[in-house]
């Protein structure tokens, strides 16, 4: 018979049931596992394959940042891949990368028509970023600010984030307005953006 085990490096996790095209024999679902199993099956004239879907949790995207981002996947003859015809000594090796999505926030201040525009170079916009991946994971939530570069507006990139799903964006304490000014928001600005894949370029502004 045929049989194949795969045991992924951690923190991978397979993400879904396991395919087969190889004869019979039993292949467990494999979801939210890290081992892979299949047992006294029948290798067909040509070979067959496994296919299963892969994920890095998103509790762990903070090493999805290079050089910490890869993992090696190894099968090894005899050991994980036997069959009762015998089997090939060549291992085999894949390298799997974690690619994690980054965010740009900007803040940009408008002022009102009538109003006195003021230089706000160099203030401080703390901000929180709660991001929930497509599989419904939770990412700790990330504190940061928003500096203003300019009179107006501040950019920050953060990471690393999700790559698919989503983050939200709320504004925290505001800088008190100037004298005579009020800000137009009773309450600070939220907003959120939906993630696209690497090397996509995701922004969200408040």
Same mark, same amino acid.
């Given at each position: 018979?045929?049989?194949?085990?795969?045991?992924?490096?951690?923190?991978?996790?397979?993400?879904?049931?396991?395919?087969?095209?190889?004869?019979?024999?039993?292949?467990?679902?494999?979801?939210?596992?890290?081992?892979?199993?299949?047992?006294?099956?029948?290798?067909?004239?040509?070979?067959?394959?496994?296919?299963?879907?892969?994920?890095?949790?998103?509790?762990?995207?903070?090493?999805?940042?290079?050089?910490?981002?890869?993992?090696?996947?190894?099968?090894?003859?005899?050991?994980?891949?036997?069959?009762?015809?015998?089997?090939?000594?060549?291992?085999?090796?894949?390298?799997?990368?974690?690619?994690?999505?980054?965010?740009?926030?900007?803040?940009?201040?408008?002022?009102?028509?009538?109003?006195?525009?003021?230089?706000?170079?160099?203030?401080?916009?703390?901000?929180?970023?709660?991001?929930?991946?497509?599989?419904?994971?939770?990412?700790?939530?990330?504190?940061?600010?928003?500096?203003?570069?300019?009179?107006?507006?501040? *950019?920050?990139?953060?990471?690393?984030?999700? $790559?698919?799903? !989503?983050?939200? /964006? &709320?504004? #925290?304490?505001? @800088? =008190? +307005?100037? *004298?005579?000014?009020?800000?137009?928001?009773? $309450?600070?600005? !939220?907003?959120? /953006? &939906?993630? #696209?894949?690497? @090397? =996509? +370029?995701?922004?969200?502004?408040?």
């Amino acid at each position: 018979g045929l049989n194949v085990t795969d045991n992924l490096p951690s923190p991978l996790v397979f993400h879904g049931p396991a395919s087969s095209t190889c004869t019979g024999g039993s292949l467990p679902n494999t979801t939210g596992r890290s081992t892979l199993s299949l047992t006294n099956a029948t290798l067909p004239i040509g070979g067959c394959t496994i296919t299963v879907p892969v994920r890095w949790p998103a509790a762990n995207v903070a090493d999805c940042v290079a050089p910490n981002n890869t993992r090696t996947n190894t099968i090894t003859p005899g050991t994980d891949f036997t069959t009762s015809l015998g089997q090939d000594t060549v291992r085999a090796v894949d390298t799997l990368t974690c690619e994690a999505g980054m965010l740009a926030i900007e803040k940009t201040l408008v002022w009102q028509p009538g109003s006195q525009a003021t230089d706000w170079t160099g203030k401080v916009f703390p901000v929180d970023v709660a991001c929930t991946s497509a599989a419904g994971d939770a990412l700790p939530r990330i504190s940061t600010d928003v500096v203003l570069t300019t009179a107006t507006t501040g *950019t920050i990139n953060i990471g690393p984030v999700v $790559t698919s799903g !989503s983050c939200t /964006v &709320t504004e #925290q304490t505001r @800088p =008190a +307005a100037p *004298t005579n000014h009020q800000w137009a928001e009773a $309450t600070p600005p !939220s907003a959120i /953006v &939906t993630m #696209q894949p690497t @090397p =996509a +370029a995701n922004e969200i502004g408040l």
